[in-house]
């Protein structure tokens, strides 16, 4: 995934429009991800969204487990420590492939939903302790929100959909955005293949955008070679990885199929070498459709030859279904 689509072609010429459209389709549909720029968020906006993610994790543990988690899957905020969980317990489970092997996940991070949401508060340090972060995260979240629901009405209108339909099985954000720290350990923590930074995945939104720093170590797995997994760098913070998630894929009845992926080791350091793996931050904002919101495939996808695959499951059971099992 090296080439970077300009976003900013969606409003450019007619003829511009339909190339951006053909190439995130033909991204999306053969890799389940595709990365891009000139997307709308400023740069600077990304660079403060990276300085605020270290300087949370950079408050001592006791301060940052002022706005701890809870122990169990819901409501899914605040701040997981090292350990609390671990995402191998869901590896395969959209594939259908056995619940496999325990591997622990050596990060830490924070979950944020929509200040606006009815059903869950998020939960904050006090202020003291992080003066603006609040603020900043809150206005984060809807800046992005903002973006999803133009990437979503752009992948409508690519795929021949409802436009209306996408964006308003999407209008109540209720999304849910992560901060991510990996701290630095020594590579030979992770040699027995009993840890890593997160194991391999779906995201269970609609959409992810991901923000990585330049560390590298993420790594998404060939949909053409199941099994087969390539490493994906950011020339710049600023890119955004634009990834499909459970819902998407189910929606389009796996016209889009959910790009499966994780964080190991970055290129620069040997497997089970004695060398240090550096400190990685990064941000993912989970798009997910309403919680009310049929994840039934939509009726273009459904076709003599693309019988429907999914059963109609809302997105906040399926959600459940998901989360449940991470905090086990
Ligand atoms: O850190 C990353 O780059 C990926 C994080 C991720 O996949 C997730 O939180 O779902
Ligand atoms: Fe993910």
């Known amino acids: ?7 900013s072609l969606l409003k450019g010429t007619p003829q511009q429009r339909e190339e951006i459209s053909v190439a995130l389709l033909h991204g999306l549909k053969t890799r389940g991800g595709v990365k891009l720029k000139n997307h709308g968020l400023p740069d600077q906006l990304i660079y403060d969204l ?25 409501p899914n905020r605040g701040y997981c420590f090292v350990g609390q969980e671990s995402i191998s317990s869901i590896s395969g489970f959209e594939k259908g492939l056995p619940q496999g092997q325990f591997v622990r996940d050596i990060k830490e991070t924070v979950d944020f939903g929509s200040p606006r949401d009815e059903l869950v508060d998020n939960i904050w340090v006090p202020e003291e302790k992080l003066p603006g972060f609040r603020k900043f995260i809150e206005e984060f979240y809807e800046t992005c929100f903002k973006l999803e629901l133009e990437i979503l009405a752009a992948l409508a209108r690519a795929l021949g959909v409802d ?12 999304n849910e955005f992560r901060i991510l720290h990996y701290p630095e350990i020594p590579a030979s923590d992770l040699a027995d293949g009993t840890a890593t930074r997160i194991a391999e995945h779906t995201d269970f939104g609609s959409i992810t955008m991901l923000f990585q720093d330049s560390v590298g170590g993420l790594q998404v797995e060939d949909q053409q070679n199941p099994g087969v997994f390539h490493g994906i760098e950011s020339a710049e913070k600023t890119e955004i990885i634009l990834n499909i998630g459970d819902s998407m894929q189910r929606l389009t009845n796996d016209t889009f199929r959910a790009a499966c992926h994780r964080v190991t080791y970055p290129p620069s350091v040997k497997v089970g070498s004695e060398a240090v793996i550096p400190e990685r931050y990064s941000i993912a904002y989970f798009a997910k459709p309403n919680r009310t919101a049929s994840l039934f495939p939509f009726k273009e996808f459904i076709t003599p030859s693309t019988p429907c695959r999914y059963d109609d499951v809302n997105a906040w059971d399926f959600q459940n279904l998901r989360i449940s099992r991470l905090f086990k």
Do not use: G, I, Y
Request: net charge negative; proline share 7%.
């Open 50 to 74: 990276f300085d605020w993610t270290r300087k949370f994790f950079a408050l001592p543990h006791e301060d940052k487990m002022l706005a701890k988690h809870p122990p169990q899957a819901n």
């Open 1 to 7: 995934m090296s080439e970077v689509l300009d976003l």
């Open 163 to 174: 436009e209306n339909q996408m964006v308003s099985l999407h209008n109540k954000a209720e």
